[in-house]
């Protein structure tokens, strides 16, 4: 049986038809049971959506670094030298190469050594990067513009072409510095041979490596001071501030995660800096200026001591981590706090 309402054909139901079921309440909500479930789920996926994003960077960080430093562990354990490697035969030797190195006195020279090279660097770096961040912050916007970029190409130039610049710049014969220092009255230096000594060699480096350093640190604290309001500069001089004093009481408390990061990310940087100092003269002269990568790279490429080198890496990484104790520590006591 069929109706006509307004035009349209409307179908009587069929007999035996499911009736419909219940109807929602008034104004179209789910019943309660639902919404919970549904804000429950919301709520795990919210939870888990941080994890999900980072989880390919994991991945790739697992299959990059994690693999290789598994075998690097393992291969400590063994006596890999070129015989080993030719034979394709595993000579396990223990703790041996770990025991070997702790109580050789090369080893813990070199480590003093690359402690005390990475405190001057990183306090030379902090200092200078301090400086040039709080003059881009003081100069004019073309003066800004003109020193950022300098920053940025002193930063995006590779290591290797840097250190081919600085070895051009300090030659013996041919060397833009020594020929100024001759020019400015200081003749000794006509023909100063800077690779030649363990502290000249090392004061090219550093002067490279805090080179290459100062503009990560400048303009990230450039762009630390632009979220600090102008006013707080403002009550500071109206209170008889000086430059000084506004710095060490107003702006260093304010910015000290700032300050405490950036530092140990360059302890971190300039601790395991090879190609500066291989490629600069190969650790010379007579290993003075080695450091515990190039020492470990010498050992286990150069001597072909695979298990030695192999050994005395996984050192240097647990020297680094005791060197960054103090930053895991502040980090930890952070998140008791909060």
């Known amino acids: ?35 919970t479930a549904r804000t429950a789920g919301t709520a795990a996926l919210s939870r888990a959506t941080p994890y999900l994003l980072i989880l390919p960077a994991l991945v790739a960080t697992a299959l990059l670094l994690g693999y290789p430093l598994i075998q690097n562990v393992i291969i400590s354990f063994q006596t890999l030298d070129a015989f080993q490697l030719i034979q394709h035969t595993t000579q396990w030797t223990g703790f041996g190469n770990y025991k070997a190195q702790l109580t050789s006195a090369e080893f813990w020279h070199t480590t003093e050594r690359s402690v005390f090279f990475t405190l001057a660097n990183v306090a030379l770096i902090m200092v200078s990067g301090a400086l040039v961040g709080l003059l881009l912050y003081r100069l004019g916007k073309r003066m800004r513009l003109l020193l950022s970029i300098g920053l940025v190409l002193a930063w995006a130039m590779p290591t290797v072409a840097g250190t081919t610049v600085y070895q051009w710049l300090f030659d013996t014969r041919y060397g833009v510095v020594n020929w100024f220092l001759d020019k400015l009255g200081w003749h000794s230096m006509a023909g100063y041979n800077w690779f030649g000594g363990q502290f000249s060699t090392f004061a090219v480096i550093t002067l490279m490596i805090v080179w290459q350093s100062i503009p990560f640190v400048a303009l990230n604290l450039y762009a630390a001071l632009t979220t600090i309001s102008g006013e707080i500069f403002e009550a500071a001089r109206m209170d008889g501030a000086g430059a000084w004093r506004t710095f060490s009481s107003v702006l260093f408390p304010m910015l000290r995660p700032f300050f405490l990061s950036t530092a140990f990310l360059e302890v971190i940087w300039v601790f395991k800096a090879f190609t500066q100092v291989y490629a600069l003269n190969a650790g010379g002269p007579e290993g003075l200026t080695e450091t515990l990568p190039v020492y470990a790279f010498v050992e286990g490429v150069g001597n072909q001591h695979y298990g030695t080198g192999a050994a005395i890496s996984v050192l240097t990484i647990l020297i680094l981590l005791a060197l960054m104790s103090y930053y895991f520590r502040i980090i930890l006591k952070q998140e008791d706090d909060l």
Do not use: F, I, W
């Open 1 to 35: 049986m069929a109706a006509q309402y307004k035009g349209t054909q409307v179908r009587a139901p069929d007999e035996g038809a499911a009736e419909p079921g219940p109807l929602r309440p008034a104004g179209g909500k789910p019943p309660a049971g639902a919404r």
